[in-house]
C-alpha cells in the first residue's frame, strides 16, 4: 500500500514532464491529478490501516549507497507519524493539484507546473517515510529542488528567480547542518539507520563527541547540528529570510509547499528524532526558545506588511515557531497535531488569497483592494474560516492545537517553557490582529481598486472552489475530530514518538489553571476588536499609530533588517572575497609561477645565447634547472648519492 | 585470466586508427570526413572492448586483473607490465567512454585540419588508457607524459584566441611537475631495484626517503589534479581549448592526479602520506573554499566551471588522503562522477558557443524558451554538480566529507561550506545563462539541441542519475581493491609506528613545518 503512496506522484511527475508536449495541457492536468489523488486514497487507508490500530513497518525496496561498514538502503518507514504526515501532504497537495487547474488556466506551461507539483509530493514523500537519514536528506533536497523549480516558475521575472536561488542556498546553509548532524550521528553510533540510533539513544546519554577540538555531550551536539537543519527547511529566526521571498512563486506553490507541507518538515525531523531529543535537554531549550522567538517576530512583521501572500507567510513563519516550542516542551504530539491542523487551515487561507489575486487580476497589494467581500462571496466565507482557524477561536481546528501547545509550554514549568508561553501569547494576539487586518483591508472599506480591475472581479470557477470546501471541512473539523488521537490520554503513537515520563508535557497540560487554558481565547477575541477598531470603525487609526512609533514601525516593516544585515554580512563579502582571490591567482600565483618562470627563462635565454630561441628550449631550461636543483638539495639532505 | 591481450589491444587500437587516418589520401572535405568516421569506429570499438572488460571483471578480487608481462628493455629491467584493479578498471572505462563522446562533440565545430585533430585524439586516447593500465613505473611516466603532447597540440593548433599563452602554461606546469616525478621513480628504481608497480607497492622504502619521494610525485600528481595553488593553468587552459579538448581535460586528465595518488603516494609511501595528510586537508580546503569564491565572480561560461573543477577536486583529494574507505571510496566515485558531470556541463557550453561564438555569460539570458531540451538537460547537470542526492554527484561529495568527519571533524566542516559556494555559482550561472528576460535577440534565436547532441548529452543524464540512485554498481566493483589498499596502508603506517626513532622523526617533522605551512 506504501508503494501506492509514494510512487503513483513520481511516476505522473515523468509522464507529465516527459511526455507533457504528447499529453497535452488536459492529459498531464490529468495524469498528475490522478496521480496524488491515488496517494492520498491509499494514505487515508494506510491511516486507519496503521494509526487507528496496529503497528508499524519498514519496506525495503533496495541497496542505495555502500561503503565498508556504512549501509544505506531505499526504504519506506511506515508508523503512525509518517502515515500522519503522508496523509497531510497528499491531502493538501490533491487539493492544491485540482486547484492549480483552474488557477494556471491562463499559463502556458501548465504541464511543467503540474509535473513540478508532482515531483514535490514524491520528494516530500520520500523524506517522511526515510527509514535513515540519507534518504530523508535525499527527500529534504528533493523537496529543496522542488521548491526552487516552483519559485522560480515565472523564470522570465527577475525577482523570482533571485527569491529561487536565495531559498535553495539559504536552504542548503540548514542542509550544512543536517549533514553535519548525519556524520556525527554515524561517528557516534556506526549507523544512520533510524531503528539502531533510537535503540541505542538512551546507551549513548553520557558519551561524548568531540567537535571542533572540543568535547561535547555527544546527543546534544547532534541534535543542534540536526536542528540547524530544520531551522533551515522551517524557517526559522536566522534561517528564515528565504521564506517571504518564496512567496514568488504562483500561489498554489505558496499553499503546498511554503504553508502546508515542506516547512513542516524541520517539525517532522525533530519529532521522528524525539528518542534522540529526550536524552539532549540542552537542545530542546534551544529549540524552545527559537521557537518562540520566531512565533513572536515573525508576527511583529506580520502587523505591518501590505502584500497579502506576505501576511501569510510570515503568519505561518509564527505557526511553525509555535510548532518548534511545542517540541522544545516535548509535546511532540502536539506539535504534529497543530501541523496537522495548520495544513488545512492555512493552505485554505493561501488559497482563498490566491482566489482573491485571481479576482483581483493578479494584485496582491491589501491597499489597492477593499470593498469586495460581496462580489466573491464564497471566496470571503472561506477566508474567515480560515481566519477564526488561525487565531484560534473555539471549535475551529487551530483552537484545539494551538491551545494544548501553549498548555503543555506552561506546564513544563521550567523558565524556557513560560518564556515560550508567553511569547505565544503575545504572537496570538497580533495573529489575531493581524488576520483580522487582512480580512478587513481585503474585502471591506471603500474599493481601492481602478475601476477595470473591480469591473472584471469575478467567484472563482468551481475547479478552484471544490478544494477550498476540501479543506475548510478539515480547518473546521480536524482539532475535534482528532484531539484524541493526537494529543489524548490514549494517544496513537506507541513507538513513533518517545517521552520520557518525566517530560510528559501532554498529561500535564490537561491539568493547567482555568486561565491559562481561557487566555488564548481572550487575548485572541482582544486581537480582533482591535483589527475591527484599526480598520473598520477608525480608518485614520492605523497613520496616527504608525506615525507615533516611527522607529518600531521601521524596523518592524523593514523585518528587523535580517536582508540587509545579511547581504553585507554575507553576500556581498563573498562576491568581494571572490574577486580578491581572482587577482591574487592573476597577481601573485601566476605573476610568481609561469609567467614569472616564464619571463625569467626568457631573459635568460636572450643573455645566454641567440642561437636557440622557442618555448621549448625554455621548457628545457626549466627543467634543467629543477632537476639540476632537486639533485643537488637530495644530495645534500639525505648524503647519499644514486 | 586469459591469454587474450584485452588491455594492449584497448591501449593501441586507437593507435592502428592512426595509421590508417594517416593513410587517407583524396580531397580535403573527404579526407576530413573519412577520417571523422574513422576515428569515431576506433574510439567506438575500443568503448567496446572497455564495456567488455567491465563485465569481464571479477569484482570479488583485488588483485590486479587482465594482466600482461613482458620484458621490454631487458638490460634495464624495464618491463611491459599492463594491468587494472577495481580503480584504473573504472578509469579505463571512463577514458575510453569520452573519447567517442569527444569526436562526435567535434563533427561541426572543427573546420581545420580535421585530420590532423582526429589523430590527436586518438593518440591521446592510446595514453590515457595507457596511463591507467601500466603497472610499470616507466612505463606509467611514459604515459602519463605522453598525454601532454597531443593536449598541447589540441590547445594550442585548434583552440581560441590565447591558445598559445595557455598551452604554454599547461605545459610549463605539468611537465614542472613531471620532472620532479621522473625523479622520484629513478630513485625508487635506484633503491627497490625495480620498476614493476606491484612489487614497490610490496616494498615501501624508508620513512625519510618516503617524504622526499612522496613530495616530488605530489608536485606532479597537485598540478594534474589541480590542487590550489597550481591550478591557475586549469582556468586558460579550460577557455581557450575546443569544447572537446575541455571535455577530456576535466573528463579524464584530472583524474590522472587522483588515480596516481591511488597508485603511488597511498601505497608507495604510506608514511609519508599519513605524514603530509594535513598539508593535503589544508590545500583541499583552501582548494574548495577560494576557488568557489572565485567561480562566484566569474564572467565566462568556461573559466566558470574550471574553477568549479578545481573545488570539486579538493573533494577528491580530502577524501583519498583521508585514508578510510567512505572516504577513498567517495574520492574514486567523486571522480568518476565529476568526469562525467562537467565534461557534460563543457558539452552544454559547447553547444551555445557553437551557436553564438561566445562564453560571456551575459551575452545569453532567457534561453529556455527557445531551447527548452537544452535548458533541461543543462539543469540536471547542474544539479549534479551542486551535489543533489539522486544524481552521481552527491554520492561522491558526501562520501569524502563522511571519511573527512571521522579524521578531523573541522576540516569536514569546513569543506562543506563548499556545498554552499556550490550550489551559489552554479544557480547563479544558470539563471543568467538560461532564466530571466530574453535580452540578446541573437540569443533569443538559437535553436534547440539538434540530434547529435542530444545523442551526445542523453547517455550521459541517464549514467549521473542512474550512479545517483544505485552507485553500487561501480561501488562493488572498486571496493576489494579499495580494501586491500588501505589494509597495505594501515598495515605500513602500524608497524612503521612502532619500529621508526622518535628522535629523527622531530627533526624530519622540523624540517617539514617549511613545506607544510597550512597545518
Known amino acids: ?642 | 585470466m586469459f591469454d587474450f591481450p584485452l588491455l594492449s589491444i584497448m591501449t593501441f587500437l586507437p593507435l592502428a586508427g592512426v595509421l590508417i587516418i594517416l593513410l587517407i589520401r583524396g580531397d580535403e572535405k573527404v579526407v576530413a570526413q573519412n577520417a571523422k568516421y574513422m576515428a569515431l569506429y576506433t574510439s567506438l570499438f575500443t568503448l567496446a572492448f572497455a564495456v567488455f572488460m567491465y563485465l569481464k571483471f571479477d569484482p570479488s578480487s583485488a588483485d590486479f586483473q587482465f594482466t600482461e608481462q613482458s620484458n621490454w628493455l631487458a638490460p634495464l629491467g624495464l618491463k611491459y607490465h599492463l594491468g587494472v584493479d577495481g580503480i584504473s578498471m573504472l578509469f579505463v572505462l571512463l577514458s575510453a567512454a569520452l573519447t567517442p563522446v569527444c569526436i562526435l562533440a567535434s563533427w561541426e565545430s572543427i573546420k581545420k585540419r580535421v585530420k590532423e585533430y582526429m589523430m590527436a585524439f586518438l593518440v591521446l586516447e592510446c595514453f590515457m588508457i595507457g596511463t591507467f593500465c601500466a603497472l610499470d613505473s616507466i612505463l606509467f611516466y611514459v604515459f602519463f607524459e605522453g598525454v601532454l603532447i597531443p593536449m598541447f597540440l589540441i590547445i594550442g593548433v585548434w583552440g581560441g584566441e590565447r591558445r598559445v599563452y595557455s598551452a604554454y602554461k599547461f605545459f610549463l606546469y605539468t611537465l614542472l611537475g613531471s620532472v620532479l616525478m621522473l625523479l622520484a621513480l629513478l630513485t625508487l628504481y635506484v633503491q627497490v631495484g625495480t620498476t614493476d608497480i606491484p612489487t614497490l607497492i610490496e616494498n615501501p622504502v624508508a620513512r625519510d626517503l618516503q617524504l622526499w619521494l612522496w613530495l616530488a610525485v605530489f608536485a606532479s600528481f597537485a598540478v594534474k589534479m589541480p590542487m590550489w595553488p597550481v591550478h591557475t593553468w586549469l582556468p586558460d587552459a579550460h577557455v581557450e581549448a575546443p569544447t572537446a579538448g575541455s571535455v577530456i581535460l576535466a573528463g579524464v586528465l584530472l583524474k590522472m592526479g587522483g588515480y596516481g595518488f591511488l597508485r603511488f603516494s597511498l601505497p608507495m609511501f604510506p608514511e609519508a602520506s599519513e605524514f603530509f595528510a594535513p598539508l593535503v586537508f589544508g590545500l583541499s580546503i583552501v582548494a574548495i573554499i577560494y576557488t568557489s569564491l572565485v567561480a562566484l565572480v566569474q564572467e565566462d561560461m568556461k573559466k566558470l566551471i574550471a574553477y568549479s573543477s578545481v573545488a570539486h577536486m579538493g573533494f577528491v583529494t580530502l577524501g583519498i588522503f583521508t585514508a578510510t574507505r567512505y572516504g577513498v571510496e567517495g574520492g574514486i566515485f567523486q571522480m568518476l562522477s565529476h568526469g562525467l558531470i562537467s565534461g557534460a556541463l563543457f558539452l552544454c557550453v559547447g553547444v551555445v558557443y557553437d551557436r553564438l561564438h561566445t562564453r560571456e555569460i551575459a551575452r545569453y539570458g532567457g534561453i529556455v524558451k527557445n531551447m527548452p531540451k537544452y535548458a533541461t538537460v543543462f539543469m540536471i547537470f547542474t544539479l549534479g554538480s551542486v551535489g543533489l542526492p539522486g544524481t552521481s554527484g552527491f554520492v561522491g561529495e558526501f562520501l569524502s566529507l563522511l571519511g573527512a568527519f571521522q579524521v578531523n571533524t573541522v576540516v569536514a566542516a569546513f569543506a562543506a561550506t563548499g556545498v554552499i559556494l556550490g550550489a551559489a555559482y552554479m544557480l547563479l550561472l544558470y539563471r543568467r545563462v538560461v532564466f530571466g528576460p530574453q535580452e540578446n535577440k541573437d540569443a533569443a534565436k538559437m535553436p534547440d539541441l539538434n540530434k547529435r547532441e542530444i545523442a551526445l548529452l542523453a547517455p550521459i543524464v541517464v549514467l549521473v542519475l542512474w550512479l545517483g540512485v544505485s552507485p553500487n554498481i561501480v561501488m562493488e566493483k572498486v571496493s576489494p581493491s579499495v580494501e586491500k589498499l588501505l589494509t597495505h596502508y594501515e598495515e605500513q603506517v602500524g608497524s612503521a609506528a612502532q619500529s621508526n626513532d622518535l628522535d629523527e622523526l622531530h627533526e624530519m617533522g622540523e624540517a617539514e613545518m617549511l613545506e607544510g605551512g597550512e597545518e
Open chain 1, 1 to 642: 500500500m506504501e508503494l501506492l503512496v509514494v510512487f503513483p506522484p513520481l511516476i505522473a511527475f515523468l509522464l507529465a514532464f516527459l511526455f507533457g508536449k504528447s499529453l497535452g495541457d488536459k492529459g498531464a492536468q490529468l495524469v498528475t491529478c490522478s496521480g496524488v489523488i491515488i496517494a492520498a486514497i491509499s494514505s487515508i487507508v494506510l491511516f486507519f490501516d496503521v494509526a487507528m490500530g496496529g503497528h508499524g513497518y519498514t519496506t525495503l525496496l533496495a541497496p542505495w549507497v555502500t561503503s565498508g561498514d556504512f549501509s544505506v538502503n531505499w526504504a519506506l518507514k511506515v508508523d503512525q507519524l509518517s502515515v500522519v504526515m503522508m496523509c497531510v501532504i497528499t491531502i493538501v497537495s490533491s487539493c492544491v493539484h485540482v486547484y492549480s487547474v483552474g488557477y494556471m488556466s491562463h499559463d502556458d506551461a501548465k504541464a511543467r507546473f503540474m509535473s513540478y507539483l508532482s515531483l514535490f509530493t514524491f520528494a516530500m514523500l520520500m523524506l517522511v517515510t526515510a527509514d535513515n537519514l540519507l534518504q530523508l536528506f535525499f527527500g529534504w533536497e528533493g523537496v529543496g529542488l522542488a521548491s526552487y523549480l516552483l519559485i522560480g516558475f515565472w523564470n522570465q521575472k527577475h525577482s523570482a528567480n533571485a527569491a529561487a536561488i536565495k531559498a535553495f542556498v539559504v536552504n542548503r546553509v540548514g542542509d550544512f547542518g543536517l549533514a553535519l548532524g548525519l556524520f556525527a550521528t554515524f561517528a557516534l553510533f556506526g549507523s544512520i539507520e533510524f531503528t539502531t540510533i533510537f535503540e541505542e539513544a538512551p546507551e549513548m546519554a553520557d558519551s561524548v563527541l568531540s567537535f571542533f577540538g572540543h568535547e561535547f555531550h555527544a546527543l546534544t551536539l547532534i541534535g543542534l547540528l540536526l536542528f540547524i537543519g530544520a531551522m533551515g527547511k522551517s524557517a526559522q529566526l536566522g534561517l528564515h529570510t528565504w521564506l517571504p521571498d518564496a512567496m514568488e512563486g504562483p500561489t498554489p506553490v505558496s499553499a503546498l509547499i511554503h504553508a502546508a507541507t515542506m516547512v513542516t518538515a524541520g517539525v517532522f525531523l525533530v519529532a521522528r528524532f524525539s528518542p534522540l531529543y529526550e536524552y539532549a535537554p540542552t537542545a530542546l531549550i534551544v529549540v524552545t526558545v527559537v521557537g518562540a522567538c520566531t512565533a513572536f517576530v515573525a508576527a511583529t512583521i506580520g502587523l505591518t506588511q501590505f502584500d497579502i501572500k506576505r501576511v501569510i507567510a510570515y503568519s505561518t513563519m509564527s505557526q511553525l515557531g509555535y510548532m518548534f516550542f511545542a517540541l522544545g516542551v516535548s509535546a511532540y504530539g502536539a506539535a504534529m497535531f497543530h501541523l496537522m491542523t495548520h495544513a488545512f487551515f492555512k493552505a485554505l487561507l493561501f488559497l482563498g488569497a490566491g482566489s482573491v489575486i485571481h479576482a483581483m487580476s493578479d494584485e496582491q497589494d491589501m491597499r489597492k483592494m477593499g470593498g469586495i467581500y460581496n462580489k466573491i462571496p464564497i471566496t470571503y466565507a472561506l477566508m474567515w474560516i480560515g481566519s477564526l482557524a488561525l487565531a484560534g477561536m473555539p471549535f475551529f481546528a487551530g483552537y484545539y492545537s494551538k491551545d494544548i501547545i501553549l498548555e503543555a509550554a506552561f506546564a513544563d514549568h521550567s523558565w524556557w517553557g513560560e518564556f515560550a508561553f508567553w511569547m505565544g501569547i503575545a504572537a496570538a494576539l497580533m495573529t489575531a490582529f493581524y488576520s483580522w487586518r487582512l480580512l478587513f483591508m481585503t474585502f471591506h472599506g471603500k474599493p481601492r481598486a481602478s475601476k477595470k480591475v473591480m469591473s472584471h472581479i469575478h467567484e472563482s470557477p468551481p475547479v478552484m472552489l471544490g478544494p477550498l470546501f476540501v479543506l475548510a471541512t478539515g480547518a473546521v473539523l480536524a482539532g475535534f475530530v482528532f484531539y484524541e488521537a493526537f494529543v489524548g490520554h490514549h494517544a496513537m503513537w506507541h513507538e513513533a514518538i518517545k517521552v520520557l515520563e518525566a517530560n510528559d508535557t501532554i498529561t500535564a497540560a490537561h491539568h493547567v489553571p482555568f486561565w491559562v487554558k481561557k487566555l488564548p481565547i481572550g487575548i485572541g477575541l482582544i486581537g480582533i476588536a482591535l483589527a475591527y477598531l484599526f480598520y473598520i470603525s477608525k480608518p485614520k487609526l492605523p497613520e496616527a499609530t504608525v506615525k507615533r512609533v516611527k522607529p518600531l514601525h521601521t524596523l518592524l516593516f523593514n523585518k528587523w533588517f535580517f536582508d540587509e544585515l545579511y547581504d553585507a554580512a554575507f553576500v556581498k563579502s563573498s562576491f568581494k572575497l571572490g574577486k580578491l582571490f581572482w587577482c591574487t591567482d592573476k597577481q601573485v600565483v601566476d605573476r610568481f609561477g609561469p609567467d614569472g618562470a616564464a619571463g625569467t627563462s626568457n631573459k635568460i635565454a636572450a643573455l645566454l645565447s641567440r642561437f636557440q630561441s622557442g618555448y621549448v628550449f625554455q621548457y628545457a631550461l626549466v627543467m634543467m634547472i629543477a632537476v639540476i636543483g632537486l639533485i643537488s638539495w637530495f644530495v645534500f639532505k639525505t648524503g647519499q648519492g644514486f
